[in-house]
């Protein structure tokens, strides 16, 4: 995936415009930027390194899934994933992001059903106007992605960064707990469907009169 023209801080001001010099003049200034994002190597000019992965996110890319909160760190709003690490995209400056591997919420999910952190949220309601669940969930997934089995205490410190103003945060811990379940039952039947597998093939093997193909 290339975003070639793209130049953070310019989409939003609404300054995008401009003489063909002045346009020259911006993309001289800009700064070289690849890096993975869910998956794809992106390669892409920013204007200021020192631009938040959150604008070029939610500006530059259009991913716009990853709420803009506090932008001071503070509030979990813009949790994404770098490098296996829940961080606030608000404070990661574009032009450190150089060669390393980012994920947001809209990595998450897909055609084939959601991510297990997604359902749990909708099997215990844990959310109400939604707009803290992408920082709460991308939260989860690091802590997983790392321990698949966590303790209490490491659910709750994982999203002690997050704030929320509407559920009280009951509903939150409940899906984070049955987060865990989910992806430890979709471990367990992907573990049993393998072995399933392996017994099948065993079983064409030694069928008399049969050939694998
Ligand atoms: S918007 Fe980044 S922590 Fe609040
Ligand atoms: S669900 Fe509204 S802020 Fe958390």
Redesign the pocket.
């Known amino acids: 995936m290339t975003a070639g023209t793209t130049t953070s801080g310019t989409a939003h001001t609404g300054d995008a415009g401009g003489s063909t010099h002045e346009n020259e003049a911006r993309k001289a200034m800009s700064v070289p930027l690849r890096f993975r994002l869910n998956g794809e190597d992106i390669e892409m000019q920013v204007k200021d390194a020192g631009a ?1 992965l ?1 604008d070029v996110l939610r500006h530059d890319l259009g991913l716009t899934g990853t ?13 994404v994933i770098v490098d296996g690490e829940a961080v ?4 990661q400056m574009a032009g450190l992001l150089e060669g390393r591997d980012v994920r947001t919420i809209e990595d998450l999910g897909g055609p084939g059903g959601l991510d297990p952190v997604q359902r749990a949220f909708v099997e215990e309601a844990g959310f109400q106007c939604g707009f803290c669940t992408p ?1 709460h969930v991308m939260a989860l997934r690091a802590l997983l992605d790392e321990d698949p089995a966590p303790d209490e205490e490491q659910l709750r410190t994982a999203v002690d ?1 997050n ?1 929320c103003r509407c559920t009280g945060y009951v509903k939150i811990l409940d899906s984070a707990r049955r987060a865990v379940a989910l992806q430890t039952g979709a471990a367990q039947a992907g573990a049993a469907e393998a072995g399933a597998a392996d017994a099948g093939a065993g079983d064409v093997g030694s069928a008399p009169g049969q050939e694998l193909r």
Do not use: F, N, R
């Open positions: 938040p959150l709420k803009s909160g506090c932008e001071i760190g503070y509030c979990g709003a813009c949790t606030p995209a608000c404070l920082g960064g704030y």
